[in-house]
């Protein structure tokens, strides 16, 4: 769940942190607040559109953190698979804001902003105002169906998706093989042109490297020359002043030293050996100058051949591993040509085995979506009707789709009817705004036991309701509270009464500078802001007494749920 949210530099936050509990935390206020800063806040920190004009005035920067304790084990799976493990029971996200950019942090280390989102889509779910307008596009409903679905589905979408890859390859192979004759007949002419150019190189590997090195010797021979022989008349020479000769000198003297002296044997052996390493060095010379010898023909079949073979892996490749392997895959499609009726008859009838793969994949697709929409129907229908939808008639309908996607074939809308007598329609054409967030929160009630996220947060759910119906909207709150963390942000005092933990955000000016703040209110304080929010500018004790009344009915309820 979530514990802890720290806020700074954002809009009217100064700094706030706010430690959150389990079940159901509400968050109240006066207009103006401040309510929107928060949730903002909540949003940037998961990867959220930013800008500049957001930060507080005069600060260089903001912050925002999250700080997360989960414990569902699948969910502890999937940040295991982004390489995000716990510390110590905790997973902070942590962004900081500056002028232009921003920096993303998961326990300390900078993350990528895409693995932010991956992360926080693992860790919480947040429903804004405007989120029940997904509920409109079927692709969204299909989304709703597959996930209630759970893992049967998924392990049988896959094999969906991966069956489709391969109909889709050889579908595009049998599409793009098909050549009339005299296509045919040009890229076998071009091909084996290509090929016989390759083959008749005879190109080795490495043969490039040896060539490019041969060519600059051959280049530079004079000079290598020259310099060779001046070393080796320093080093081994005929002259009395060479290295060789020095040092054989030295031996001379060295080796009468040597018996008299430990030490001066010890230097002779040492001078004896640098005799054996110079005279090694100048026969390796010697030889060296002797392959420095070449003709003018040498030199021209060399770069004859270094031409050639540029020329080749300009045309086919970057080396000669690649214009080999080029010339290969020409060989392979030649043979296809030249035997073409054979290559079609089989790339026919894999294409027949790969659809047949697919189709039944889709069919398995179909009917377990199928099944698991009738139950997801009856379950949507009992949590509309707790919603206060009264003689609501909910159904998901399928179609068949003209082509395979890689999602199958099924094209899945939610109908709906809101009146007695009335046929179901697509639910984009009936409900209204208020309609489509008790709907989300109807499905998020259902889809709560199967979901694996321990947080959700609801952005004045209530809009657009009242009475009866808000009443009936905080005791599925409460549901949902006893399985999940869920934080809301409300107006209405029938989902406040229901609160586990209740906060209020206020505005306080001082030193001529206004302040956004949220703190967590005590038992009383409780009780006066739910009578703030029923009797509006003028509480009264009547107005009071009515609220500890409804406080009290919302305790009495949770109770009864427990039991």
């Known amino acids: 769940m979530l514990q802890n949210l720290h806020v700074k530099n954002l809009a009217l936050i100064d700094e706030v942190e706010v430690e959150f509990g389990p079940g159901l935390n509400i968050l109240t206020g006066e207009t103006g607040a401040g309510k929107s800063i928060i949730l903002g806040s909540v949003n940037l920190a998961l990867g959220g559109r930013y800008s500049r004009d957001i930060l507080r005035e005069g600060a260089s920067y903001g912050l925002v953190e999250l700080t997360f304790a989960p414990e569902n084990e699948k969910l502890l799976q999937k940040l295991e698979g982004l390489d995000i493990v716990p510390e110590d029971g905790i997973i902070v996200l942590s962004r900081r804001l500056m002028d232009g950019r921003s920096a993303s942090r998961i326990n300390g280390e900078t993350v990528t902003m895409a693995k932010l989102k991956e992360a926080a889509g693992i860790l919480i779910d947040i429903h804004g105002q405007h989120e029940h307008q997904s509920l409109l596009y079927k692709k969204n409903q299909l989304q709703i169906l597959d996930a209630y679905a759970g893992e049967p589905l998924r392990k049988t979408a896959d094999k969906v998706r991966d069956a489709y890859k391969a109909y889709k390859k050889c579908l595009e192979e049998w599409e793009q093989s098909r050549l009339d004759e005299s296509e045919r007949a040009k890229e076998t002419s071009f091909l084996e042109f290509e090929i016989q150019e390759i083959e008749e190189a005879d190109l080795t590997l490495g043969e490039d490297e040896q060539l490019e090195s041969d060519y600059r010797r051959m280049n530079n021979a004079r000079n290598i020359v020259e310099n060779a022989a001046e070393a080796y008349e320093y080093t081994g020479g005929m002259s009395g002043g060479s290295a060789s000769e020095q040092i054989s000198r030295a031996i001379r003297c060295m080796s009468d030293a040597a018996r008299y002296d430990e030490k001066a044997e010890e230097l002779y052996e040492q001078l004896s050996e640098l005799d054996g390493l110079l005279n090694d060095f100048n026969r390796e010379l010697s030889g060296y100058q002797d392959s420095l010898q070449f003709s003018e023909e040498e030199y021209y079949e060399t770069e004859e051949r270094l031409n050639l ?255």
């Open 309 to 563: 073979v540029n020329h080749l892996k300009t045309k086919y490749g970057n080396s000669i591993e690649q214009v080999l392997e080029y010339c290969e895959e020409k060989r392979d499609r030649l043979q296809v040509l030249e035997d073409y009726d054979s290559y079609l008859g089989s790339l026919r009838e894999e294409l027949a085995k790969n659809e047949k793969k697919l189709k039944k994949a889709a069919k398995e697709l179909t009917s377990i979506r199928k099944e698991q929409g009738k139950l997801l129907e009856k379950q949507i229908g009992k949590a509309m009707q707790e919603l206060n939808f009264v003689d609501v008639k909910f159904q998901i309908q399928f179609e068949e789709l003209a082509d395979y996607t890689a999602n199958g074939r099924d094209d899945v809308e939610f109908m709906i009817s809101m009146n007695p007598g009335e046929p179901v329609k697509p639910l984009a054409g009936v409900a209204s705004g208020g309609e489509l967030s008790r709907m989300m929160l109807a499905i998020k009630a259902v889809m709560a036991d199967r979901d694996e996220i321990e947080t959700l947060i609801f952005d004045e759910i209530d809009v657009g309701i009242s009475g009866r119906t808000a009443q009936k909207v905080s005791e599925k709150m409460a549901v949902i509270g006893d399985s999940h963390q869920v934080i809301c942000i409300t107006h209405l005092a029938q989902i406040a009464a229901m609160a586990d933990a209740h906060y209020v955000i206020e505005k306080t000016v001082e030193k001529g500078k206004t302040r956004t703040g949220i703190r967590l209110l005590e038992d009383e304080e409780t009780t006066e802001e739910l009578a703030r929010i029923l009797g509006g500018a003028k509480i009264t004790d009547t107005v009071r007494e009515n609220a500890r009344e409804m406080k009290k009915l919302a305790g009495k309820h949770k109770q009864r749920e427990m039991d």
